[in-house]
């Protein structure tokens, strides 16, 4: 239902953005560089381009997605710089970096990445200091462990399993780590290095914690179809970073909304194309600073023998036939 939601959205707006780009000189060149295909990178972008139909921005847009190859990744950043666009989006944490790697003169507006000061881009999130600014994906973590004590009582033991090659994953484990041992949790972490391992690591986890964490990692959110399967067969739940993962396959979260996301990043190209802002004088926004919404799996709860809460009464989805 919210997968349609945000593909609908992201057609409407491609289109009517589109539809409104003229041939006079005056109409932007926006590059969007994305470094794979999950809904919640998909519902960024699709805000971003709503912001411009919002605002009345004419611009045209190459939309370029590296299917998670991080060479395809770089040709793409090397497009952009050869055809001098006026400004590129770069959704997720490596397509940022990649960005970033490839010009220092092109203004680079980010969406759906954690944290731009640990991903190198930024001297600082309160005063960037280079050709980078944008809105983060930094998700409400300790809000999101103690959630889980709600579905899982008997919690005293939590796996993280997390992506060592995404600097926005080991940022996030490190963090849910931190707190979940100053509830007095037993920490085990698991770290992969491609999607192929991601089964074998929660199987690993699966076997030896009450529940497991997932930070909003590209590798993982791509592979949640399985870890849901090994979250039923285990009966181990899972509880991810955000609302997509939820659906393909996790019980619960409070999540940012990506679309809203990526509309926050729309607006801030509006201040640089527009309106002369520098992006190295232009603070990061913080996703936990915008809207949260709960989400609950009816479908995995059940599979799981899990009670919902009745607080998330109101939260909760089931897929559609």
């Not at 290095?193 to 791509?222: C, F, G, K, M």
């Amino acid at each position: 239902m919210k997968k349609m939601k945000y593909v609908l959205m992201f057609l409407l707006a491609a289109v009517l953005v589109f539809t409104a780009c003229g041939s006079d000189d005056d109409v932007f060149q926006i590059g969007i560089i994305q470094v794979m295909e999950h809904p919640a990178l998909e519902a960024a972008q699709a805000g971003f381009l709503a912001a411009f139909e919002h605002y009345g921005i004419e611009a045209e847009f190459d939309i370029q997605n590296a299917l998670g190859d991080r060479t395809v990744l770089s040709s793409i950043a090397d497009r952009f710089v050869s055809n001098n666009v006026d400004l590129v989006l770069a959704v997720a944490t490596p397509s940022v970096q990649t960005m970033f790697g490839a010009t220092d003169t092109i203004p680079i507006v980010g969406s759906a990445i954690t944290s731009y000061e640990a991903a190198g881009v930024v001297n600082s999130n309160a005063a960037p200091g280079t050709n980078v600014t944008g809105a983060s994906d930094m998700n409400p973590i300790e809000a999101q462990i103690e959630m889980i004590f709600e579905f899982v009582p008997h919690l005293q033991t939590l796996g993280i399993s997390y992506t060592s090659s995404e600097t926005n994953a080991v940022y996030q484990a490190e963090l849910a780590a931190a707190h979940a041992r100053s509830l007095g949790l037993e920490v085990v972490t698991s770290s992969i290095t491609a999607i192929a391992e991601v089964q074998q690591s929660i199987l690993s986890l699966a076997s030896r914690v009450d529940a497991i964490w997932l930070p909003t990692d590209n590798t993982h959110a791509d592979a949640m179809p399985i870890v849901g399967q090994v979250a039923i067969d285990s009966g181990v739940p899972v509880f991810p970073g955000e609302n997509q993962m939820v659906m393909g396959g996790g019980v619960a979260t409070l999540s940012i909304d990506y679309f809203e996301l990526g509309f926050q990043s729309g607006r801030m190209a509006r201040e640089i194309l527009i309106n002369g802002a520098n992006p190295a004088t232009m603070p990061i926004v913080f996703g936990k600073d915008l809207s949260l919404e709960y989400i609950v799996n009816g479908f995995m709860a059940q599979e799981m023998g899990l009670a919902i809460p009745a607080r998330f009464a109101d939260y909760v989805w089931f897929p559609e036939e």
